[in-house]
């Protein structure tokens, strides 16, 4: 494919509370097996992208161990690669990222260095499948100047925290508000845009000069009228992880069975690091149903309605309902565990009930499981 491919993956969200602490929104697990950037790096790789760079930033540990190696969603070539930055201390700048335009300018010769003529622009928080050829073609027959990928959300959805678009009837983008406190539209960007690798230069190095930092408000909103923007509608299944509701609410999808047969069985496939690990172990006493068990795992007790992220172990006469178990908690004996997310490496003691009862509970306890 003509395009190298720039993800986003360095904000920060306060939205997601104690989960967002110690990782990255985009290396947040999704689905029992994935990160949530595995999404947006396995539809660079099945659209052939071969070059592909990743602009991290906050927490950043987390997803760069998960990064360290570029074989598993094929990008380990001659010509092309996966590039890591992160914010560098030079002669000429010592800032962190201040905004996505910003960390693009930061990294500005990385664009320079390359041949192909178009970018593909993603943010790395989402969990979908897109096939960026469709989008390349879209954008080379509107002769756009931007092509911005838009989704129709539901009537009830609340789209005031996304960026809002309006299209006239050629899907030429008449109106961009971002986050507006009262959407007139609910079309939304999904945060993945095209645009000439040329362009994208001149633009981030315009809005450097002007102290103008954020690729959303600095270029999008502003040029909305002076470039030929465009939307292209995606149809298929799209989520933003953005909140601890809207990450419940993802995991959650995936025990639906036309999504979970939408991203585990049907091409192009989804890839992720692999673990060496063994299948689930599901021992006398244990029940599950409408679970999704995660290799590693060992279950000795009720599970419903949940997603047991890798060696997440469930102790005898527990009861776990609606409830998100991440990699490595152990939960144990009689424990009862509903409506809540409980985070990796956490012990919850034996004896012990933990339920949201009007929102999703975090549940972060860093007991010692060997003492207890």
């Known amino acids: 494919m003509k395009a190298v491919g720039i993800i986003l993956a360095g904000g920060n969200n306060n939205r997601m509370g104690e989960l967002s602490r110690k990782r990255a929104i985009p290396a947040m697990p999704v689905g029992g097996s994935f990160r949530c950037i595995d999404f947006v790096l396995s539809n660079m790789s099945n659209s052939h992208v071969q070059t592909v760079a990743v602009l991290t930033q906050y927490n950043s540990r987390s997803l760069n161990e998960h990064l360290s190696s570029s074989k598993w969603w094929d990008f380990g070539r001659k010509q092309g690669g996966l590039y890591l930055f992160t914010p560098t201390v ?67 959805a609340d789209v005031s925290r996304f960026g809002v678009v309006r299209m006239n009837e050629d899907s030429r983008i008449t109106d961009f508000e971002e986050k507006p406190l009262v959407a007139q539209s609910n079309t939304i960007s999904t945060g993945v845009y095209i645009i000439r690798r040329r362009q994208l230069i001149e633009i981030l190095e315009k809005s450097a000069e002007e102290n103008r930092f954020d690729f959303v408000t600095d270029v999008l909103v502003r040029y909305r009228n002076v470039k030929r923007v465009y939307g292209y509608k995606l149809n298929s299944y799209w989520s933003n992880i953005a909140s601890v509701d809207d990450y419940f609410r993802t995991n959650m999808d995936f025990l639906k069975p036309d999504v979970r047969k939408y991203f585990f069985r049907e091409e192009p496939k989804i890839y992720s690091k692999v673990d060496d690990l063994p299948p689930a172990k599901y021992n006398m006493g244990s029940d599950v149903s409408n679970s999704l068990i995660a290799s590693g795992c060992i279950v000795n007790g009720r599970v419903e309605n949940s997603v047991l992220f890798k060696k997440a172990f469930v102790g005898k006469n527990c009861v776990i309902k609606n409830s998100i178990i991440l990699n490595d908690a152990y939960i144990g004996d009689n424990t009862h565990v509903e409506n809540c997310i409980v985070e990796s490496h956490g012990t919850l003691r034996a004896n012990t009930f933990y339920s949201g009862d009007d929102a999703v509970r975090i549940v972060a306890e860093n007991n010692e499981r060997y003492m207890l």
């Not at 010592?94 to 178009?118: C, V």
């Open 90 to 156: 030079t002669a000429e700048n010592s800032d962190w990222y201040r905004g996505t335009a910003d960390a693009m300018y930061q990294n500005i010769d990385f664009l320079k260095n390359r041949h192909e003529p178009y970018v593909i622009i993603s943010s790395g928080d989402c969990v979908y499948k897109m096939d960026y050829n469709d989008l390349l073609e879209f954008h080379i027959a509107k002769k756009a100047d931007i092509t911005i990928a838009c989704k129709d959300m539901p009537a009830d």
